[in-house]
């Protein structure tokens, strides 16, 4: 459509005109350079009402996945908490062993065996020490006090991983071995501290059962959070060429309306010829 009659100048139409142009024009290149400036493609939802809602909603994810992958580093460091008291009580205890065997030996005489005894009870003593001392952020994880422990390992309520790894007593009593005695009856005491290693390295598989699944799930998590976060981006962020090509192009048709908007504003000038 062309600006209007020039004959006529109460009502500058190619001026108006020409004004709403660049206005618009100036809208454009206020949106992208906005864009630039922030790096989002969407700055309100009223730039895409639809894409903030679904971009909305992925970010909420991301961020609860990026707190479970958090949660799940938790969780393995209170396992290996455990597993390190675990391992210790496991070296105890093969000590232990090593000084049932020297006293199963009629070469040493009945003061050697108490002296072995009483390293047996020292040696039992701390055993019973790691079990009620070994702690995670105030949890007691070695005294059987445990009864399942569950973890959130993703964004939603369901997406929770349970373990009874640490549902374990791992103190002298529950291992059998609060009562041995070399002086009476060395090979029994043998006998209960293999009992007590074979219950150890059952528990202790069971800790890395469970540290092995948490490991499986992070990198699904991390793989899951990545993909997601690539999802909002897509639809959040700003191509920085088509926007960076956006402003020069409406700087350009800025300043061809500015121009136009001067010739539309001179025009009804012409009419004065006629009046000559």
């Known amino acids: 459509m062309s600006f209007g009659d020039l004959t006529r100048i109460n009502t500058n139409l190619q001026a108006l005109r020409a004004n709403n142009s660049l206005q618009?024009?100036?809208?454009?290149?206020?949106?992208?350079?906005?864009?630039?400036?922030?790096?989002?493609?969407?700055?309100?939802?009223?730039?895409?009402?639809?894409?903030?809602?679904?971009?909305?909603?992925?970010?909420?994810?991301?961020?609860?996945?990026?707190?479970?992958?958090?949660?799940?580093?938790?969780?393995?460091?209170?396992?290996?908490?455990?597993?390190?008291?675990?391992?210790?009580i496991m070296d105890i205890v093969q000590s232990?062993?090593?000084?049932?065997?020297?006293a199963n030996n009629d070469s040493l005489g009945d003061e050697e065996v108490q002296l072995i005894q009483n390293q047996i009870e020292a040696l039992r003593g701390e055993i019973?020490?790691?079990?009620?001392?070994?702690?995670?952020?105030?949890?007691?994880?070695?005294?059987?006090s445990i009864d399942g422990l569950t973890f959130q390992?993703?964004?939603?309520?369901?997406?929770?991983?349970?373990t009874t790894a640490l549902d374990d007593n791992f103190d002298s009593a529950t291992l059998g071995i609060d009562a041995i005695d070399v002086t009476d009856d060395a090979g029994a005491a043998l006998d209960a501290v293999d009992s007590a290693i074979d219950t150890l390295a059952a528990s202790l598989g069971g800790i890395g059962d469970a540290q092995n699944s948490l490991e499986f799930r992070l990198q699904n998590l991390t793989t899951a959070t990545d993909?997601?976060?690539?999802?909002?981006?897509?639809?959040m962020?700003?191509?920085?060429?088509?926007?960076?090509?956006?402003?020069v192009k409406q700087q350009i048709l800025q300043q061809t309306g500015t121009a136009a908007l001067a010739q539309a504003n001179a025009a009804p000038q012409s009419v004065l010829s006629l009046l000559q």
């Open 237 to 247: 962020d700003a191509d920085f060429a088509k926007e960076q090509m956006e402003v």
């Open 24 to 88: 618009m024009t100036n809208q454009r290149l206020g949106d992208a350079q906005l864009r630039l400036a922030t790096g989002s493609r969407i700055n309100s939802a009223a730039d895409d009402s639809a894409g903030f809602a679904l971009a909305s909603q992925l970010e909420a994810r991301v961020r609860g996945q990026s707190q479970a992958q958090a949660n799940i580093g938790d969780a393995q460091s209170m396992l290996t908490v455990a597993e390190g008291g675990a391992n210790t």
């Open 153 to 162: 390992v993703d964004a939603d309520s369901g997406d929770t991983f349970t």
């Open 227 to 235: 993909n997601n976060e690539a999802a909002r981006s897509r639809i």
């Open 128 to 144: 019973d020490d790691i079990a009620a001392g070994t702690d995670f952020n105030g949890v007691n994880l070695l005294d059987g």
């Open 96 to 102: 232990l062993k090593e000084k049932a065997v020297q």
